[in-house]
């Protein structure tokens, strides 16, 4: 299922082929950074707007995902969550990650820092990684409409290159804290086992 507008993007295209190994995603090239900056510039002015539309469709297309955010797990209305306050909220979060994302692709240090820590963040939320990836496939419809005549299909491959490298990175932090959190809980005497084996 892609894009109503487009057709081009399909959701599966936004996950990694490979399982979603972060060292397997590529940085968008200095063109598509290019491209994602300027294109930004017109995006910002209808934050909130996106915002809410990505998540709306987010739980048009996926359903099973409001189960991640407890505030609408039981909403069933859909059009009544376009007004919601608490979903404008969160729609305005993560495009501000997507902002800082955009002003850091020339900076990957900091860049891998911030998703990094977005997903270990969202393991304490209980947002698996699976999820992520519609995030990048819900955006790119969102914007579609504001930028018009700009969109093009380099334009989609620079923001979906951009979005499969910061999922891979969430994914990546994810997949750390659940096993720094695992070595927590683990006993006194498993620790000392693990501790003395290296």
């Known amino acids: ?33 290019q491209m994602i900056k300027d294109s930004w510039k ?39 969550l376009r007004t919601n306050r608490e979903l404008r909220a969160h729609g305005l979060r993560v495009m ?29 939320y209980n947002a698996p990684p699976k999820y992520y990836s519609y995030v990048g496939a819900e955006f790119t419809c969102a914007v579609q409409p504001i930028l018009k005549e700009r969109w093009t299909t380099e334009m989609e491959e620079a923001w979906k290159t951009m979005f499969q490298y910061v999922t891979s990175l969430m994914k990546q932090g994810y997949q750390e804290e659940s096993a720094r959190q695992r070595d927590l809980v683990a006993s006194p005497k498993d620790r000392l086992d693990k501790n003395t084996a290296l």
Request: proline share 3%; glycine share 6%; charged share 30%.
């Open 96 to 124: 501000s990650f997507i902002e800082k994302s955009v002003a850091r692709l020339d900076q990957p240090e900091r860049l891998e820092a911030l998703a990094m820590e977005l997903g270990k963040s969202h393991y304490h």
């Open 42 to 80: 017109v995006i910002r002015d209808d934050i909130a707007k996106v915002g809410i539309i990505m998540f709306v469709r987010l739980f048009e297309t996926h359903p099973e995902c409001k189960d991640v955010f407890f505030l609408f797990r039981d909403v069933q209305d859909l059009e009544r």
């Open 1 to 33: 299922m892609g894009c109503a507008i487009s057709g081009l993007a399909t959701k599966t295209e936004f996950s990694q082929k490979d399982g979603g190994d972060a060292a397997a995603a590529a940085r968008p090239s200095e063109e598509q950074v």
